[in-house]
């Protein structure tokens, strides 16, 4: 079973920041990941898929990229609005698994 | 558009078997490459990934609850149902089933149902 490591668990910045959080993977998953913001409350959102591709409708600062065992995630400007619970999810394999989450606060 | 919704039941007592029903819209799983996943998140804690059907009746389990789990689908009434049995009180969750694409990413969720397991 693949398991997935992110870091940090939390992070704490400003607003304009650039935040990046990573993701890796136990074994290599080519490019077959997914990153989810979750807002308190709610459920999650698909934010990038395939690692790097922006899903329509999501906003430009966010960013996504590499392959086979470790990816990021990237926020080029932090805004108020991306307070949320950051999670990526590899489906290269027969399941699928989730990474623990990382939590974004706002300073 | 499409819109997913769980239903079934808020409080469960321990040893008995959880019933959830996904009723969706905006796609049909009788068309290739279409799945439904469910996907559950105790509280204050992370996502798990729990099962998934595809169109063809392809059906996928998390290997730590495989033998617990089953999930059927019916195309006729857009419903996809998850039975989870000997429930306990870490399955204390809120449950999620959500719209697989060909590739396996989750791009449409339901709003979620929070299931309590006590006597």
């Known amino acids: 079973d693949i398991q997935m490591t992110q870091s940090p668990s939390t992070l704490s910045a400003s607003v304009g920041d650039r935040v990046t959080i990573t993701c890796r993977a136990s074994q290599s998953i080519s490019s077959w990941l997914a990153w989810y913001q979750q807002k308190p409350g709610k459920a999650p959102k698909l934010l990038i898929y395939k690692a790097s591709s922006l899903k329509s409708g999501v906003p430009s600062r966010f960013s996504g990229s590499g392959s086979g065992t470790e990816f990021t995630l990237t926020i080029s400007s932090l805004q108020p609005d991306d307070l949320a619970t950051y999670y990526c999810?590899?489906?290269?394999?027969?399941?699928?698994?989730f990474g623990q989450g990382t939590k974004v606060e706002i300073k | 558009q499409i819109t997913l919704k769980e239903s079934g039941p808020t409080l469960v007592k321990p040893t008995q078997t959880l019933t959830l029903t996904c009723t969706f819209s905006?796609?049909?799983?009788?068309?290739?490459?279409?799945?439904v996943g469910w996907i559950r998140q105790p509280p204050g804690k992370a996502l798990e990934w729990l099962a998934l059907i595809y169109w063809d009746d392809d059906k996928r389990y998390s290997p730590s609850l495989k033998r617990r789990l089953s999930v059927t689908k019916d195309t006729s009434k857009n419903q996809v149902v998850l039975t989870m049995t000997n429930m306990d009180s870490v399955d204390t969750a809120t449950y999620y089933c959500?719209?697989?694409?060909?590739?396996?990413?989750?791009?449409?969720w339901g709003q979620g149902t929070l299931v309590t397991v006590s006597s």
């Open positions: 905006g796609f049909s799983l009788a068309a290739s490459g279409m799945g």
């Open positions: 959500a719209h697989s694409t060909p590739y396996g990413d989750f791009d449409y």
């Open positions: 999810q590899q489906y290269n394999s027969y399941s699928r698994t």
